[in-house]
């Protein structure tokens, strides 16, 4: 079952997804403490400008990978963790075994590039750090004489690990 989730992507995971919509799992709504928020991508812009495409391809990744609508998005914000989404979502669990959070790992490296060291869901940083996990390991790829932005399956491994 490795390699299969080794080779996920963010089309994998979309495909994935409406084949659970289809069987009656459809949309998963968002936690209260995020589903009240107002969508607001003036915050991701603000924050990331230039790489504003970048933080929302990020962003439609971790929502295909929990079944939320590419339409809450925004109502994320940098700061939020992927951990804590996750306690809203599973309050009484022990130790977080989602897949989830597999299929978001594996979306993001294939779509990115490069490779996130394995870990526990409850350690994944937040958006703004998965960001600067990103843009450095696009820095590393680009002055390693590869391109500066690298596109889905580009190979490019680099950057520090996406965990702590």
Partial sequence: M?????????????VLSKILRAVGVGD???????????????????RFG????????????FCDAFMFTAEDRF?????????????????SRGVPDALEDTFLIRGLEKEFGFTFDEARPEEIKSF???????????????SNGGPAMPSAGSGVTGGPPLVS
């Fill in 128 to 142: 703004e750090q998965i960001m600067a996990e990103i843009k450095n390991a696009q820095r590393g790829a680009a």
């Fill in 75 to 91: 109502k994320f914000r940098p700061e939020d963790t992927v951990s804590a989404v996750y306690r809203a979502l599973y309050p």
């Fill in 2 to 14: 490795g390699s299969v989730i080794h080779r996920v992507g963010r089309n994998d995971v979309k």
């Fill in 50 to 61: 230039q790489d504003f495409g970048i933080a929302d391809r990020m962003l439609l990744i």
């Fill in 28 to 46: 998963r709504n968002l936690p209260p403490q995020f589903r009240d928020r107002l969508a607001d991508a003036e915050v991701w812009r603000d």
